[in-house]
Nanobody, 124 residues
Framework: QVQLVESGGGLVQAGDSLTLSCAASGRTFSSYTMGWFRQAPGKEREFVAAVSGIAPMTYYADSVKGRFTISRDNAKNNVYLQMNSLKPEDTAVYYC?????????????????WGQGTQVTVAS
């Protein structure tokens, strides 16, 4: 089972860019579907983006499509979330998640392993 550690969060201005990283342990990283979710204060956790393991396909929430890009480097056991044109409503704790069998990429319950989260704050 993999373990996940996120990094790269911080305080930025609206319109800025930020890249989140998620470092995974384990030798079978390439077989996992990796996802990014976020949770804003007082709101439920929501799907942001996902990338499948084999023959990677990407999936995005409508709210970030065209602004965010998810990618993975299986040689480094890392997954990234490049966030451009950030908006104040993107402010949240961002979580990296991993799942061996993910039937529905935007469904949080399909992911078995979660990181501790990294805070992203976008000032207006």
């Amino acid at each position: 089972q993999v373990q996940l550690v996120e990094s790269g969060g911080g305080l930025v201005q609206a319109g800025d860019s930020l890249t989140l990283s998620c470092a995974a342990s384990g030798r079978t990283f390439s077989s996992y579907t990796m996802g990014w979710f976020r949770q804003a204060p007082g709101k439920e956790r929501e799907f942001v983006a996902a990338v499948s393991g084999i023959a990677p396909m990407t999936y995005y929430a409508d709210s970030v499509k065209g602004r965010f890009t998810i990618s993975r480097d299986n040689a480094k056991n890392n997954v990234y979330l490049q966030m451009n044109s950030l908006k104040p409503e993107d402010t949240a704790v961002y979580y990296c998640a991993a799942g061996r069998v993910v039937a529905v990429p935007n469904r949080s319950t399909d992911y078995r392993t979660w990181g501790q989260g990294t805070q992203v704050t976008v000032a207006s």
